[in-house]
């Protein structure tokens, strides 16, 4: 429960009461203020002081001053005349009513200023929007002058260089003097006889079309080499090839003999031996996966699964192995 002020000091005349309160050590940075036309309150940890004024006072024109060992209100009476006290004489009842009212005005008033805020905020947005438009339609304007100034320019020189190049052409013909054909006495000379010329080349033929091919090398990615991205294109695909290989075979990364589904079927009989059922499903299953339809490789993936007590994909392959093995699939209609 907070500590109440008492020990502070008052004086008054007939326009403005002057109200010292001691912050008793406290930082005046931790102080916190609140007033109204007929309250004050100051909450600075632990202490409190509040007052019910005598009678009202004008809140926008009074002031506070905070410094650093005392809070000064300066507030400007409504009335002006001098009060008998400072406090209001009011039962705590009173009091508590007083302070319902008092928050309720200040709750009001907080809102009706963030309305107002927001209503002139919403203005100053629409001016502002308006604004810029005006100033997007002038320099729109500005831009259609210069254009329609650029064309006119345009026109008027094409129009300047048809009129010039037509008076050129005019005072050709008026220059150009016509010259009458005049038959003349054919008379047999002799033709000339060219000598050919031992410093001038022949003119070679055309040369003959061709197909020319040209090979690209193979690559793994899109985009076409370069020797700074080297390095990292070989990084990548080492990354890949190892990925591929914790996830299962891969056909390019595997040996010729890791392809022969008899080799494969060796491989899981010695894995079964020695008690590697495991082994011995997954080189099955990669035999079967190549294409290979040997009923053995699913009979033997039946008994390693039997061995790890997969009983449904022991049925399964079993079913499968009595359907590839000749004879067998007209016998199953009466399973």
């Not at 809140?59 to 060992?69: G, H, I, R």
Request: aromatic fraction near 8%.
């Amino acid at each position: 429960m907070p500590l109440l002020v008492k020990e502070y000091s008052w004086r008054q005349t007939e326009n403005v009461v002057v109200i010292r309160v001691p912050l008793k050590g406290v930082h005046y940075r931790k102080v916190d203020i609140f007033t109204s036309d007929n309250y004050i309150k100051a909450y600075f940890h632990p202490f409190l002081f509040e007052v019910f004024l005598f009678s009202s006072v004008k809140e926008p024109q009074s002031k506070c001053t905070l410094v650093d060992d005392e809070i000064v209100f300066e507030l400007q009476k409504v009335e002006h005349a001098s009060w008998d006290d400072l406090e209001a004489n009011l039962s705590k009842v009173e009091q508590q009513e007083m302070r319902k009212k008092i928050l309720e005005r200040a709750q009001e008033k907080a809102k009706a200023e963030q309305e107002r805020k927001r209503v002139k905020k919403a203005e100053l947005d629409r001016l502002a929007v308006r604004q810029q438009i005006s100033i997007d339609t002038h320099h729109r304007q500005l831009i259609e002058e210069i254009k329609e100034n650029v064309k006119k320019t345009a026109i008027k020189e094409i129009e300047e260089w048809k009129v010039s190049n037509q008076r050129e052409e005019n005072k050709d013909h008026v220059d150009q003097e016509v010259v009458p054909f005049q038959k003349t006495a054919s008379v047999n000379k002799p033709t000339p006889t060219v000598e050919p010329d031992e410093n001038v080349k022949p003119i070679p033929f055309p040369r003959n079309f061709g197909i020319v091919k040209v090979h690209f090398t193979a690559r793994d990615f899109p985009t076409p080499k370069r020797e700074s991205q080297a390095q990292e294109e070989e990084e990548w695909l080492k990354k890949q090839a190892e990925a591929r290989r914790r996830v299962g075979f891969m056909t390019e990364d595997l040996s010729p003999e890791e392809l022969d589904p008899v080799w494969l079927k060796d491989k899981g009989d010695n894995f079964f031996k020695v008690g590697n059922y495991l082994g011995a499903v997954s080189a099955y299953s990669h035999a079967i996966s190549i294409g290979s339809k040997m009923p053995a490789l699913y009979s033997n993936r039946a008994a390693a699964h039997m061995a790890l007590g997969n009983l449904h994909k022991t049925v399964e392959d079993c079913s499968t192995a009595s359907q590839k093995v000749p004879g067998i699939p007209l016998q199953m209609e009466n399973k």
